[in-house]
């Protein structure tokens, strides 16, 4: 059975993965995360899923190879990771009580071929006061998710509603990568049979 390599370096998404109960291994993609011009939301997340993954397959010639990127969108803007208290503290006050939308895109290099889905998931904050998200800020859990929340820590005490797919947020919709790979011929279920 060929080798399966995360390219990414997020806890939240090896955690994700896990899930599938098969051995991977995980690497940290050298890829450019800047875009050049305009893209909407889905081809970016697409596109650095892609150059992740590719970045993988280098290193890890003959196996199959997942990269991911997730971003959060508002209004036409992107939101990044934070890069410091008070960019988290405008992120968050942008979103409180706000609906957003969340776009994971995966990209999954096997056999000299890749394949590319992004999911986009809405989700809707609780209108929030400045001592709450001072307050969680100060968790310092905001400092390295898109968005300045992670949805799977504290940051689920900001959210009201999901539509969509929940793992999506945290990283990786795992139920979508485990389909795409049991179709592009990597064997995830053979291992019960």
């Known amino acids: ?22 051995p991977f291994t995980v690497c940290s993609p050298k890829a450019d995360e800047t875009i050049a011009g305009s893209m909407s939301p889905s081809k970016m997340v697409k596109e650095l899923a892609v150059r992740k993954a590719t970045s993988g397959a280098e290193l890890h010639g003959n196996s199959c190879v997942i990269g991911a990127d997730t971003i ?4 036409g803007d992107i939101l990044g990771k934070p890069s410091n208290k008070e960019h988290a ?11 957003h939308s969340v776009f994971t895109g995966v990209a999954v290099f096997f056999e000299g071929a890749i394949e590319t889905f992004y999911e986009k998931t809405d989700v809707t904050f609780w209108e929030l006061s400045e001592t709450e998200i001072e307050r969680y ?30 793992f999506s947020v945290v990283g990786l919709p795992v139920a979508r990568v ?7 011929g990597f064997p995830i279920f053979k291992q019960y049979e």
Do not use: C, N
Request: aromatic residues 6%.
């Open 1 to 22: 059975m060929p080798r399966l390599v995360l390219a990414s370096t997020s806890p939240r998404r090896k955690e994700l993965l896990d899930m599938l109960h098969i």
């Open 72 to 75: 959060v969108s508002i209004h």
């Open 89 to 99: 503290f405008q992120m968050l006050k942008t979103l409180s009580g706000q609906t």
């Open 137 to 166: 800020i100060d968790t310092g859990e905001p400092f390295d998710k898109a968005g300045a929340y992670g949805i799977q820590g504290w940051g689920a005490l900001l959210v009201k509603e999901v539509h969509g797919d929940y």
């Open 178 to 184: 485990a389909r795409l790979l049991e179709k592009i």
